[in-house]
């Protein structure tokens, strides 16, 4: 499986993006061609190479007669525009996706209907074809999946239409709310992440984290116009991804060691870390200072339960801390069943593929029938899987 990986050192914008995917080897005359597909005109893209800090990368420079206009756009303008281009469907869809995400992020901002939000810098010239162009590269590249490190911005303030803002700014921030974006804040007096490119990179990619096991092909660097006082760049890995994306989940793994929780607490919380979204719970017997028997709990999580699950640890056990770190793991594609049997209708767990399916009667369903008529659990199990094998469902 294609995919993108985005290394955010230095934030992200939309000419960065630009330039980092055109430098993986894209044919400037091809790309060229596509974004001509737009009716604009009036402007002009500069793709050049350039070695900054020793490293040798793409700058991308779109300039327009429309640069000092003031000409604001609406986002049924945008979509209008982008529509009525002969992009391809795929390319139309993502540039638009980008567009709603960040007129969503303006109108929270500035408390106007989403409809009615004029874009200013983001609805200039240079950024509807930033935009579009990143949803061209990602086309020409044949991604199937892009994945983005952690963003990095800086501090302090930068001026825009509306006057003096503070970093990040406030369509950014709003884009990251209540997302699983994690944002590193790093002493620069500068804006690294723009709207435009947080847009983008929330639009298309999958998950923000370590880079995926992929088996890379090629690097690209897009520079930055700013001067940062260090390298200034988007850097992105193209690849093959090891393995079925399909099967891998990225989640949290929190631990934390315990040396005074009773059983009956350790019990009950493992119960209330089920009910707060983790995927699985498990105790480690350990050794701790001073030859404490004790025990690690260790809790596995979606990403979008980390806090939830961490502050049922907090509060259950008592812990002063908990370690953290992102790791993935392989999931068979599930799904639950229900089967009619000598007992009724019970559940059953399918999963795996056509060529190895495997049927798993849910535990809840078989205790209550072991309980309804006093059997051993055993025995429901065994008569539920010979159901299964009387109706062809398992061999």
């Known amino acids: 499986m294609k995919a993108l990986y985005f290394d955010c050192f230095s934030g992200i914008s939309g000419d960065m993006a630009l330039g980092a995917m055109l430098d993986l080897g894209i044919d400037a005359?091809?790309?060229?061609?596509?974004?001509k597909k737009l009716a604009l005109d009036g402007y002009d893209i500069k793709i050049s190479k350039r070695t900054v800090h020793g490293i040798t990368g793409t700058d991308v420079e779109i300039t327009s007669e429309e640069k000092h206009s003031h000409i604001h756009r609406k986002l049924s303008d945008i979509t209008e525009l982008i529509r009525a281009s002969s992009l391809k469907p795929s390319v139309v869809e993502t540039s638009i996706d980008i567009f709603k995400?960040?007129?969503?992020?303006?109108?929270?901002?500035?408390?106007?209907?989403?409809?009615?939000?004029?874009?200013?810098?983001v609805g200039a010239m240079d950024s509807i074809l930033?935009?579009?162009?990143?949803?061209?590269?990602?086309?020409?590249?044949?991604?199937?999946?892009?994945?983005?490190?952690?963003?990095?911005?800086?501090?302090?303030?930068?001026s825009c239409s509306h006057g003096m803002i503070p970093i990040p700014v406030p369509a950014v921030l709003e884009m990251l709310k209540g997302s699983n974006i994690p944002l590193v804040s790093e002493d620069i007096n500068c804006e690294l992440v723009t709207p435009t490119g947080m847009g983008f990179i929330k639009s298309v990619a999958v998950s923000f984290?370590?880079?995926?096991?992929?088996?890379i092909e090629n690097v690209g660097y897009g520079f930055g116009k700013r001067d940062t006082g260090r390298l200034n760049a988007l850097r992105v890995v193209s690849g093959d991804l090891f393995g079925n994306f399909d099967e891998l989940e990225e989640i949290v793994m929190l631990?934390?060691?315990l040396d005074s929780v009773s059983s009956e607490v350790l019990g009950?919380?493992?119960?209330?870390?089920?009910?707060?979204?983790?995927?699985?719970?498990?105790?480690?017997?350990i050794y701790m200072k001073k030859n404490r028997p004790a025990f690690m709990l260790t809790a596995l999580a979606p990403l979008s339960e980390e806090k939830n699950v961490a502050e049922t640890i907090f509060r259950e056990t008592g812990t002063l801390g908990i370690r953290r770190r992102i790791t993935e793991r392989y999931?068979?594609?599930?799904?639950?069943?229900?089967?009619?049997?000598?007992?009724?209708?019970?559940?059953?767990?399918?999963?795996?593929?056509?060529?190895?399916?495997?049927?798993?009667?849910?535990?809840?369903?078989?205790?209550?029938?072991?309980?309804?008529?006093?059997?051993?659990?055993?025995?429901?199990?065994e008569q539920v899987r010979r159901d299964l094998a009387d109706r062809g469902r398992i061999n």
Request: net charge negative; with cysteine; hydrophobic share 35%.
């Open 101 to 121: 995400e960040i007129a969503l992020a303006e109108s929270a901002v500035h408390g106007v209907d989403v409809n009615e939000i004029h874009f200013h810098e």
């Open 209 to 215: 984290g370590n880079m995926p096991v992929m088996m």
């Open 255 to 257: 631990e934390t060691n």
């Open 130 to 158: 930033d935009i579009v162009g990143c949803a061209i590269c990602l086309d020409l590249l044949g991604i199937e999946r892009v994945f983005s490190s952690p963003l990095h911005d800086g501090k302090g303030s930068t």
């Open 268 to 285: 009950y919380t493992m119960g209330k870390l089920m009910e707060k979204g983790a995927v699985d719970v498990f105790y480690t017997p």
């Open 29 to 35: 005359e091809e790309f060229m061609f596509e974004i």
């Open 331 to 381: 999931v068979k594609q599930r799904s639950i069943e229900s089967v009619n049997t000598k007992f009724g209708d019970v559940r059953v767990k399918i999963s795996g593929t056509d060529k190895d399916i495997r049927y798993s009667p849910e535990y809840e369903d078989c205790r209550k029938i072991a309980k309804d008529r006093d059997m051993p659990l055993y025995q429901v199990f």
